[in-house]
């Protein structure tokens, strides 16, 4: 089973950037649809940006714009580059693929707090 291990997270003002890494643990990344998930407390776990193996993109509303997501089938690696960070986009993000892979496939996740 493939091991997905999220990083980068952390404790960032209002308007601040953090850049988000998923490291996977087989190659067989580039052959799949990538994913950032996030959950909030109290909410569900929602899908905030996807990545298709050529390299398509896709945003939610609530980060077009400001959220970047990437891909270095080479590290096997996955990224997310956010700026402008608002305090809603606080929350634990999580890699998987997309649609995610079985149930048993999250990670740790990395946890991102916007706070003043």
């Known amino acids: 089973q493939v091991q997905l291990v999220e990083s980068g997270g952390g404790l960032v003002q209002p308007g601040g950037s953090l850049r988000l890494s998923c490291a996977a643990s087989?190659?067989?990344?580039?052959?799949?649809?990538m994913g950032w998930y996030r959950q909030a407390p109290g909410k569900q776990r929602e899908l905030v940006a996807a990545?298709?193996?050529?390299?398509?993109?896709n945003y939610a509303d609530s980060v077009k714009g400001r959220f970047t997501i990437s891909r270095d089938n080479t590290k096997n690696t996955l990224y997310l580059q956010m700026n402008s960070l608002k305090p809603e986009d606080t929350a634990v993000y999580y890699c998987?693929?997309?649609?995610?892979?079985?149930?048993?496939?999250w990670g740790q996740g990395t946890q991102v707090t916007v706070s003043s």
């Open positions: 998987n693929g997309e649609p995610p892979w079985s149930s048993g496939s």
């Open positions: 087989a190659n067989i990344f580039r052959f799949y649809a």
């Open positions: 990545i298709s193996s050529t390299r398509n993109t």
